[in-house]
């Protein structure tokens, strides 16, 4: 079992729609969880982090927190064709390893 | 401007023949790391370093050698690289080593090992 695991997609989405992206991670004692975008041929860069159940949201985005079941989300609100990218998500035990998924292709269609 | 420099961004090489791939940060961040990125296989962690002199394996060391004998600088050395090397390879700088670190990328390098 992969420790982080995403869905490599791709997800299709209109422009203005709400996209949902999902992670599962196999660490219960997994204490902090980001999302990086990642552009074709560009490097990740970090969109947002969330460490507490619940919902964190900045802009049109939100991560979701649930250690219970151990997943975390990110929603897109609005969608546009500049989000169109890969979305990496990323947890981290405490310690000094970043361990991340493979990733899920977003395509926001006009 | 605050950021993560490689250099070179792109190399073609052959087997066997020793490269450095240089990485730099100019925001006085502790702690440095590389990582590969290969289809299919996502970003996995080659080695780290928490401070100066202090660096520890990643998940996929073999290969690899680093160095920090700077805190703003953190070589990758492919002794005798490989084909199974060609890759696409990220040097990362965070503020901390704890937990919550918030990694910053460089733009990339793409190995290519003929």
């Given amino acids: ?110 | 401007e605050a950021q993560v420099t490689q250099n070179p961004r792109y190399l073609i090489t052959v087997t066997g023949k020793k490269l450095t791939v240089t990485c730099s940060q100019n925001m006085n961040h502790e702690y440095m790391s590389w990582y590969r990125q290969d289809p299919g296989l996502g970003l996995r962690q080659i080695y780290y370093s928490m401070n100066v002199e202090v660096t520890d394996k990643g998940d996929v060391p073999e290969g690899y050698k680093v160095s920090r004998k700077e805190k703003r600088n953190f070589p990758l050395i492919l002794e005798s690289p490989s084909p199974n090397q060609t890759s696409l390879y990220f040097c990362a700088s965070s503020i901390s080593t704890g937990a919550g670190q918030t990694q910053y990328f460089g733009p990339g390098t793409r190995l290519l090992v003929l």
Avoid: H
Wanted: proline letters at 4%; hydrophobic letters at 30%; a neutral charge.
């Fill in chain 1, 1 to 110: 079992q992969k420790e982080v695991e995403q869905n490599s997609g791709p997800l299709s989405v209109p422009e203005g729609a709400i996209a949902s992206l999902n992670c599962t991670y196999s660490d219960r004692g997994s204490q902090s969880f980001f999302w990086y975008r990642q552009y074709s041929g560009k490097s990740p860069e970090l969109i947002m982090f969330i460490y507490s159940n619940g919902d964190k949201e900045d802009g049109r985005f939100t991560a979701q927190l649930n250690k219970a079941s151990q997943y975390v989300s990110l929603l897109i609100r609005d969608s546009q064709p500049s989000d169109s990218a890969t979305y990496l998500c990323a947890v981290s035990g405490g310690g000094n390893k970043l361990t991340f998924g493979t990733g899920t292709q977003l395509k926001v269609e006009l």
